[in-house]
């Protein structure tokens, strides 16, 4: 058995190989050769820690497995650890052994910036400029690191909803050679491309605060109750998701179906567009939303190529179990 421990990932890997696992898994699920496992999360009763388990299997890359996990809101305080913390299990499929165990903290964060980057590479329009942050926590910059690599950007515009966390996009947009400026929400009318990835409970992007032709990521939507754009906004947009029964019961598109705006048949999954299977988007004024609700199988997939990277750099520790 292998393990890879969490201090040696950010040496390892990549914005590219996150990105790559996460596009092929997706693509993979489209054409129902993956599948997730019903998701398994707890209010533990313990230090007020949510726990749970997310996994799934994928035939085509030969990855069984699970991430085990959660949020425990007082490790920072008290333990000077963050407040996220999992661990990535992975299994031999032929024989149901144990065959790695991977750090999934940093995983986390780059296979979620990686799936709004394959919804960008995959719907937004080729000319888009100017991208939009709506959110500015740790996982923005994840987000946006990686969004700029899909297109010729030249500006970055963000909003958040405590605004003297902008500096952290800001910071990001400057590394990346790109001017940055803060924005009203009606500012986001300028924007080609959206993120949004905050922990809001209600809708924070209006339907008309967007112009046609814009591309929306939806990433922090990933809870029943959780909500970051306005439901008329995906009835005015062509929606597109990782897994569609995610979407409709914890992603962003739970309220639009629960409001009769659209059906669980609008949503569309993202590794369709991958596999050629649906032509994605339609035309230049057409909005494209991507709903990431954020699937085990995004898990195995990045800890199975970091496994890969380890063994290759003889970084990962042979155990004998
Ligand atoms: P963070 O705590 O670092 O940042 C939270 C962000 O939400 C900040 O921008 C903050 O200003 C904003 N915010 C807080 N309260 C708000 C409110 N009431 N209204 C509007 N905005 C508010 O968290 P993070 O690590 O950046 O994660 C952001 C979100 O992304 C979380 O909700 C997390 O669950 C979600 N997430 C989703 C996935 C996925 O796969 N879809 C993966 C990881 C994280």
Known sequence: MWIVPEREIADLMTREAAFNAVEKVFAAMASNDAYNFPVVREAIGHVDALYGFKGGFDRAGLTLGLKAGGYWPNNL????????????????????????????????????????????????????????????????????????????????????????????????????????????????????????????????LMADQVSPGTHIACMGTDTEGKQEVDPALLRRSAVFTDEVAQSISIGEAQHAVGQGLIKESDVNQIGAVINGAHGGRTGADQITLFDGTGVGLQDLAVAASVVDLAIEKGIAIEVDF
């Open 77 to 204: 305080a008290t333990h000077s650890i963050i407040n996220h913390q999992s661990t990535v299990f992975l299994f031999d499929p032929d024989t149901g052994k144990v065959k790695a165990i991977v750090g999934g903290n940093l995983l986390t964060a780059l296979r979620t910036a990686a799936a709004s980057s394959v919804s960008i590479k995959h719907l937004a329009r080729e000319d888009a400029k100017v991208i939009g942050m709506i959110g500015a926590g740790h996982q923005a910059t994840f987000q946006l690191r990686a969004a700029l690599e899909q297109r010729s950007f030249e500006k970055v515009i963000g909003w958040n909803f405590h605004p003297e966390m902008l500096p952290n996009l800001e910071k990001v947009a400057e590394e990346a050679g790109l001017p940055f400026e803060a924005v009203e929400l009606d500012g986001m009318q300028n924007a080609d491309v959206i993120i949004s990835i905050t922990s809001s409970h209600d809708a924070i």
